[in-house]
């Protein structure tokens, strides 16, 4: 066991009088600072050895720890006592330092701790911030358990890329969808009041144009001009800031020439200035030394001073500010009010957090493992995760299914339904697609190995319906996985095509981390299901979708485009000299051996009923660039079953200062209709969903036609024009 015990301090500590706001809390402490300590809290390190590090600790040279490992991996418990790294590190800090500053221990908590739900492309599926809010309050909660008190989530990264492996941290391709979402997450983690001790600070990241890397490969190069930042990239980095994030991570790329570590102008004057951001920018991994290698700095030293001018307050394990921040001020090239910045942020970060208060981890007797209540949350995102993109009639599977064969390579493995950024979830915590069809449908069901592909053909001749779980293990999707091919891993069309020649029933199941090629499996398939990495309760939310128990509701939260070839596309396109109008792809098309539109768009996604859209109706057909109208628009349930609908409203500007998307989407609502019921749904719209950045970079809304358009997606819409004009106008 650790020795835990510090020597205590013998001068006052004003600044721990919680009675104080808190910046007069700051001034006190900074007042007391040495430069040398200053430097000290922005040094972030990656694990921390309460005994190898005790005098670095209790000198002030370590502020923060990545991993918070030690509360979860191999860490002592007496009597449920946490006895290991975080707690015997934190006393050095608290205990025996001469200010008594606590340490800050953050880990990536990504969607989910112990109770793992889908990955957050999943949770995009569901299009409801309650969804996000709940997975990210039972995520804080299980991993303030162990110490945790910072998360290194949501990643609001736009990306039409699904070559790029991270596509499967984001919250889709649209900004206003990223944006609600990552608020939603945000409140989940930090509550209404941070310093809660069951809430973490959340972390937007990567900030900005990271879903840009050319070719898809992390950590490339961005060339991309100020217009599109603002107009697309930005926008859910502002929406996090608005909702009260309380940290941001810098990006690994440049943004056309400029590394993000070093960028000035978007993070000290555009972040930090413009928005008001008044929290921590935290470097990326080594993100700071890196700076080095991008060909802007001759050595780390020059990185510091580079990264501490643009305003990154908190080196991540690169070592550079405590190597070099303290030299540069004593000699002049940085200025010291630099340094301050970013020590008051950190601070004023943890005095948020409580950590002043509260800086021990140790709750005895506290588990995190999942509950049933936990599960049934997850069960929740996972169901709203499933997309339903193709159904000839055969789902729900009823009597009339016969003889099932379930098969393919993640019909028993827990572990890879659990999707990428998973580092407490465990495995054998997954209730498998086997389980819970083995469980639902007894002998009906057949269970064939994936592996082995004769065995799968010979179960799939006899039986009257296959299941086929195919897609990505999780392995395959992430941080450092990109791929030049977005098809179905290798073999796994070859199964389909043959099953398919069968002539039976062909339900596809595809799990996945990124939009895949799917245009062949579309045409071999009865049925196909996109349900992303699940997490905890992947089979049980299975069998419900495919039983009928559960309706699927989950829409596509990127385009999935008809090939590798086609990327990029997505609903970013903007206007160009020669429009190509879907119905006449295949005359006028980009393209001279391949259609130009994508296989399934943004937003779509099938019901086990049928939903009628009435046309839109304004309540003015004018609105003031300060004010607003009112759309309607009936949706009636047509079919014999209950659907949740995702009812989705997008706009065109026609004619703006700068070229605008084709259609984006800017509002939806979740609409729960009964067999034969119609509903009108109604949207607030306000002129100020139509702010763009113009040639000037300033924010405007023109004068004008807008045409808004509702529909289930992005392909099938309504249209109704609005005119804009000037408040004087209507006067």
Not at 12 to 41: C, F, H, N, Y
Not at 666 to 679: C, F, K, M, N, Y
Request: proline content about 6%; hydrophobic content about 40%; glycine content about 10%.
């Amino acid at each position: 066991m650790t020795d835990v015990t510090a020597t205590p301090p013998t001068q006052p500590r004003p600044w721990l009088d919680a009675t104080l706001p808190v910046e007069e809390r700051i001034d006190l402490l900074m007042a007391e600072m040495t430069l040398a300590e200053k430097v000290g809290q922005t040094h972030q390190v990656a694990n921390i050895n309460p005994d190898d590090d005790a005098a670095e600790i209790a000198s002030g040279r370590i502020s923060s720890s990545l991993y918070a490992s030690g509360a979860t991996a191999g860490n002592e418990r007496d009597e449920g006592v946490l006895v290991g790294n975080i707690d015997a590190a934190q006393r050095h800090a608290v205990e025996g330092s001469r200010l008594g500053i606590p340490l800050l221990f953050g880990r990536d908590v990504i969607h989910g701790h112990r109770t793992v739900a889908p990955i957050p492309l999943g949770i995009a599926a569901s299009f409801d911030p309650d969804v996000a809010e709940e997975i990210g309050e039972i995520a804080a909660r299980e991993a303030a358990v162990d110490g945790v008190a910072w998360t290194f989530t949501p990643m609001v990264d736009i990306s039409e890329e699904p070559r790029w492996g991270r596509v499967a941290e984001s919250l889709g391709e649209t900004p206003v969808l990223s944006g609600r979402l990552a608020a939603g997450l945000i409140r989940g983690f930090q509550g209404d009041d941070p310093s809660d001790p069951d809430r973490l600070a959340a972390c937007a990241k990567h900030f900005a144009g990271y879903g840009l890397a050319a070719g898809g490969r992390d950590y490339d190069t961005v060339s991309v001009g100020e217009n599109t930042l603002r107009n697309l990239h930005l926008r859910p980095f502002r929406s996090a800031v608005d909702a009260g994030v309380l940290t941001v991570m810098a990006a690994f790329n440049d943004i056309d020439g400029i590394p993000m570590h070093a960028h000035e102008h978007l993070v000290r004057e555009v972040l930090k200035g413009e928005w008001g951001f008044d929290g921590v920018v935290v470097a990326d991994w080594n993100g700071i030394g890196q700076i080095v290698f991008q060909g802007v700095a001759a050595d780390k030293r020059e990185a510091a001073a580079l990264a501490i001018r643009a305003g990154v307050d908190l080196d991540m394990v690169s070592g550079t500010y405590l190597e070099h921040l303290e030299e540069l001020v004593e000699s002049g090239e940085v200025d010291l009010a630099l340094v301050d910045d970013a020590v008051r942020r950190v601070l004023r970060l943890k005095f948020r957090l409580g950590l002043f208060e509260r800086p021990y981890a140790a709750r005895p007797g506290a588990s995190n493992a999942p509950t049933p209540s936990t599960r049934a949350a997850a069960l929740r995102a996972a169901q709203a995760a499933h997309v339903l993109v193709k159904n000839d009639g055969v789902l729900p599977l009823g009597d009339e299914a016969g003889k099932v064969l379930l098969s393919g390579p993640f019909v028993d493995d827990g572990d890879a339904l659990l999707g990428t950024w998973v580092l407490d979830g465990r495995g054998e915590e997954v209730v498998t697609p086997e389980a819970a069809l083995r469980e639902r449908l007894g002998d009906r069901v057949t269970v064939a190995d994936g592996r082995f592909p004769d065995v799968t053909l010979m179960q799939a001749r006899a039986a009257d319906t296959s299941v086929l779980l195919l897609g990505e293990h999780r392995s395959r999707s992430g941080e450092a996985q990109s791929v030049v091919d977005i098809g179905l891993p290798p073999g796994q069309l070859e199964l389909v095509r043959a099953a398919a020649a069968f002539g039976k029933p062909l339900v596809a199941v595809v799990y996945t981390g990124r939009p895949l090629d799917l245009t062949e499996l579309l045409d071999l398939a009865d049925a196909v299901l996109v349900v992303w990495h699940p997490g905890v309760e992947a089979g049980t939310a299975l069998a419900d979708i495919l039983l009928g128990d559960a309706e699927p509701h989950g829409r596509l939260p990127m385009t999935f485009p008809l090939s590798t070839g086609h990327i990029p596309t997505s609903t970013h396109q903007r206007r160009t000299g020669r429009l190509i109008r879907a119905d006449v792809d295949h005359q006028e098309g980009r393209y001279i051996d391949a259609l130009t539109y994508p296989r399934l768009p943004f937003g779509f996604g099938l019901s086990y009923t049928t939903v009628d859209y009435g046309a839109p109706v304004l309540s003015s057909p004018t609105m003031t660039t300060d004010g607003s109208t009112t759309l309607t628009v009936t949706v009636t349930n047509t079919g014999e079953r209950p659907c949740r609908e995702v009812v989705q409203l997008y706009f065109r500007d026609p004619v703006a200062q700068v070229t605008r998307p084709l259609v984006e989407l800017t509002d939806w609502a979740l609409v729960d209709l009964e067999p034969g019921q119609a509903r009108e749904v109604t949207f607030d719209v306000q002129a100020s969903r139509f702010a763009y950045a113009g040639r000037d970079l300033t924010t405007r809304v023109d004068e004008g036609e807008i045409v808004l358009l509702t529909g289930p997606d992005a392909a099938r819409l309504q249209p109704v024009s609005v005119t804009i004009t000037s408040p004087k106008a209507s006067s």
